[in-house]
């Protein structure tokens, strides 16, 4: 499966040990890697270990204070660039969104209208489109503060949670959303300066699991929202470890 990892602190951290372990994992993650960093988006179709431009990024990275990552492992779309996450656009109050997604949208008529408007052919990419004409919508009349933002992300993956995979980091230039809901497929690691999130532990340091079907919301290293968990938990079907058991011969 894709493999993410997000980061959210006070104040600029080195992480660059953490990335180069997170990208050492694209031998099973081979088809495409992506990284947010300050106000840059850089993305390969080529395995991250075989990228120059990650050894280069590893070398060099300065301090961050948000990061999101993310490793491919092609489950819908060929492997192409326009595949690759993180998925950025900006809504029509300026904000700048990214997106990355570990997961397969099975039920979702509602991105259907996007198959013929996207630039690759990825279900995360219609979910990330989907989730853009929402806060369009929401925001005819003017932008939406901190908590109606968390509220409007809440309530858009509760409705999009049901029968689908939906573990997902979201930054909105000011704050990271975090979510999963399938079971042992997320953690976080408490830092002096916040937060790092990774779908597997990245050093030996203490990590605990991210609570499942619930929105945790941060910025600049602090917790600034709960949403209730919801009951769109994904429990994998017998045909789904076969399928992803298939995948990865």
């Known amino acids: 499966m894709c493999e993410l990892i997000g980061f959210s602190a006070a104040r600029p951290t ?3 040990e953490q990335l180069k372990e997170f990208f050492s994992h694209s031998a099973s993650n081979p088809h495409g890697w992506g990284i ?3 106000d840059r988006l850089i993305r390969g179709c080529e395995r991250a270990s075989d990228s120059a431009a990650v ?4 070398q060099t990275l300065e301090d961050q204070t948000t990061t999101l990552g993310h490793i491919r492992f092609a489950t819908v779309g060929s492997i192409k660039l326009e595949n690759c996450h993180p998925f950025t656009g900006r ?6 969104w990214t997106l990355i997604h570990n997961g397969t949208i099975y ?4 991105l259907i209208p996007y ?12 979910l990330f489109l989907f989730l853009m004409d929402t806060l369009n919508s929401a925001q005819q009349n003017g932008e939406l503060s901190q908590q109606e933002r968390c509220e409007l992300v809440d309530n858009f993956i509760k409705e999009m949670s049901h029968k689908n995979k939906l573990n997902l980091m979201i930054y909105d230039g000011e704050l990271l959303y975090i979510h999963k809901n399938m079971k042992d497929t997320m953690l976080y690691r408490k830092l002096d300066s916040g937060y790092l999130f990774s779908t597997t532990a990245l050093d030996d340091s203490e990590w605990n699991d991210v609570p499942i079907a619930q929105l945790m919301v941060y910025k600049e290293g602090e917790q600034v929202y709960i949403g209730r968990q919801h009951d769109g938990i994904f429990i994998p079907s017998l045909q789904y470890i076969k399928a992803m058991d298939a995948m990865h011969i």
């Open 14 to 16: 080195d992480i660059k």
């Open 36 to 38: 947010m960093y300050g």
């Open 55 to 58: 050894e280069r990024l590893l």
């Open 91 to 96: 809504d029509i109050t300026g904000r700048q």
């Open 107 to 110: 039920s979702g008529s509602s």
């Open 115 to 126: 198959l013929n408007n996207q630039s690759g052919d990825t279900d995360s990419e219609r």
